[in-house]
């Protein structure tokens, strides 16, 4: 008896466990504050140490003219925990023509669509790059289409091609 008594409680942790996860992912989600841990909050404290603005360049998409701009994932890092490591500024500093760098196209309801695109040219952190993928809700965006982002814009890096 005072066996399963304990299996009982045990299951019942874990259950618990697992709900408060999938709250937290909830709350992520829907965008409601949460209490970071020590070392979240670490993390974000880094990004707004490193954090440098996106210079005001016309060549960068907006949402007036192009109907979608590019989502700031340096800045929003300052704010949110990512599920997967966003690339470091080394990393982006190593980032060179031919790799492909996956950015975040936002339009003005706050649809957002990841999608590659593969770097031609880099002055500094402003990069000139092909799509290489046809957008699914941008339906102005298809493959081939040439853009300029910032390093900032800049969610996954494939520099294995």
Do not use: C
Not at 28 to 54: C, M, P, S
Not at 84 to 92: A, D, F, G, L, R
Not at 111 to 127: A, C, G, P, Q, T
């Amino acid at each position: 008896m005072t066996i399963q008594i304990l299996s009982l409680i045990i299951v019942g942790l874990i259950v618990v466990y697992f709900l408060r996860k999938e709250q937290e992912k909830h709350n992520d989600y829907f965008g409601r504050k949460r209490k970071f841990t020590k070392k979240e909050q670490a993390i974000l404290d880094h990004y707004k140490n490193i954090y440098k603005a996106v210079p005001n360049d016309k060549r960068l998409p907006n949402i007036k003219r192009d109907k979608f701009e590019l989502e700031d994932i340096a800045l929003t890092a300052t704010e949110m925990i990512y599920d997967n490591p966003i690339p470091t500024t080394e990393e982006k500093e190593k980032t060179k023509i031919g790799d492909l760098v996956k950015l975040l196209f936002t339009d003005k309801d706050g649809y957002v669509e990841r999608m590659w695109v593969e770097v031609l040219e880099k002055e500094n952190d402003i990069f000139k790059g092909l799509l290489r993928n046809d957008a699914i809700e941008f339906g102005d965006l298809n493959e081939g289409e040439t853009l300029y982002f910032h390093s900032n814009h800049i969610y996954d890096i494939d520099n294995e091609t």
